[in-house]
């Protein structure tokens, strides 16, 4: 029988060494983020996308529903990062969680704050410098996540790589859906994982129930990566707006918010995930990880939990 260890990042204690992803926009809001938290993982609240003032009201309202471990995920190439990151501190929140770029400042803060500062990272050279600069943790990702990628090599490769590398906790994210996956993982060596795409098929997520649904239909075949405006490939679930992505529509925007620091323009990623966050699936992007097959139905987070450790008591 695999026996979970807790998953320790600077002074906090997850009884369960489980990240739930952050999954924006408004995917992984109060209502997930605290229902993992209460499971004994650590439940995220995706900042990127949210006004200073909702994000605030996310976290006050996480804080409500659970006793838990509760962080923030910002991402990086969002122009109000600076802003939802110091938010988020004067929130007195868990952890601070970023990718989709590097931000040296946020390690700053966080040493200021006393809050532990976790990066998504894809090499063991970022991982090593991370570890330099006052990282708690870092969450290793590899091709097989949901969302953008940094790398098309998979989590199961750059973990040991990173293991050597750095001697703080190492998180595996990508590809992680049952109870197999995550023993798997932590038998590379990591101290834990981060689950993104599985807690988007929860009752609790945010999002609509034709986003949920169309995970949980998902086959191999509608795996697809598109470019992101930010900069970066990002891994969905085929639609109708990844088709006309694809068969090269026109789907500039009108008009800019100018939300990200650089963009290509290609199409807007906020809207993007807007709209497929509210069912929209013509105008909306579903981001979703590649073995999102194995996800068959929409469940509460702890039937999640209560499936997850039963299965991996069955392994040796």
Known sequence: MLKLPELRIGNLVAKIPIIQGGMAIRVSMAPLAAAVASEGGIGIIAGTGLSVEELKTEIRKARELTKGIIGVNVMFAVREFADLVKAAIEEKIDLIVSGAGFSRDMFTWGKESGIPVVPIVSTAKLAHLSEKLGAAAVIVEGKEAGGHLG??????????????????????????????????????????????????ASDECSASMAFKEHLVNAEDKDIVLVESPVGLPGRGVQNQFTDRLMAGEDLRPSSCDGCLKHCKRNFCIMRAL???????????????????????????????????????????
């Not at 013509?282 to 929409?298: D, P």
Request: glycine share 10%.
């Open 274 to 316: 807007c709209y497929a966050q509210q069912g929209d699936l013509y105008n909306g992007l579903v981001f979703s990880g590649e073995r999102v097959r194995k996800i068959r139905e929409i469940l509460p987070v702890r039937k999640i939990f209560e499936n997850l450790l039963r299965e991996v008591d069955k392994i040796s």
């Open 151 to 200: 790398t098309l090599q998979s989590m199961r490769e750059i973990v040991p790589q990173v293991k050597k590398a750095v001697k703080i906790p190492v998180i595996g994210a990508g590809g992680v859906i049952d109870g197999q996956d995550l023993a798997e993982v932590m038998k590379l060596g990591a101290d834990g994982v981060q689950m993104g795409t599985r807690f988007a």
